[in-house]
Nanobody, 123 residues
Framework: QVQLVESGGGLVQAGGSLRLSCAAS????????MGWFRQAPEKEREFVLAVHRNNGRTYSADSVKGRFTVSRDNAKNTVYLQMNSLKPEDTAVYYC????????????????WGQGTQVTVSS
């Protein structure tokens, strides 16, 4: 059974930082590209960042460039999302996801999803 379990969400003031983790089990982690998406209330789920399964290359949405970074530790089957300079508009439920497809930015192509973790940024 595949599981992706996010942690690290919470309430933070604008300008602050949070680090999300996503622990994967039940799948060959090294074979999957890993992505982070977010969904704010009454909005569609949107791509945030992704990291390639082999070369560690990362792909970022324009809205988070320069503020958020993604990394992975294949030995721990874990992917991380470091969020700095947080803004109120970053408030959302953040999801990690796994895909074997190279279309990293589209939720449709992801095979597995976590349950999400809430991030709230106060102004």
């Amino acid at each position: 059974q595949v599981q992706l379990v996010e942690s690290g969400g919470g309430l933070v003031q604008a300008g602050g930082s949070l680090r999300l983790s996503c622990a994967a089990s039940g799948l060959p982690f090294r074979n999957y590209h890993m992505g982070w998406f977010r969904q704010a209330p009454e909005k569609e789920r949107e791509f945030v960042l992704a990291v390639h399964r082999n070369n560690g290359r990362t792909y970022s949405a324009d809205s988070v460039k320069g503020r958020f970074t993604v990394s992975r530790d294949n030995a721990k089957n874990t992917v991380y999302l470091q969020m700095n300079s947080l803004k109120p508009e970053d408030t959302a439920v953040y999801y990690c996801a796994a895909t074997t497809n190279v279309v990293f930015t589209t939720a449709l192509y992801y095979n597995y999803w976590g349950q999400g973790t809430q991030v709230t940024v106060s102004s």
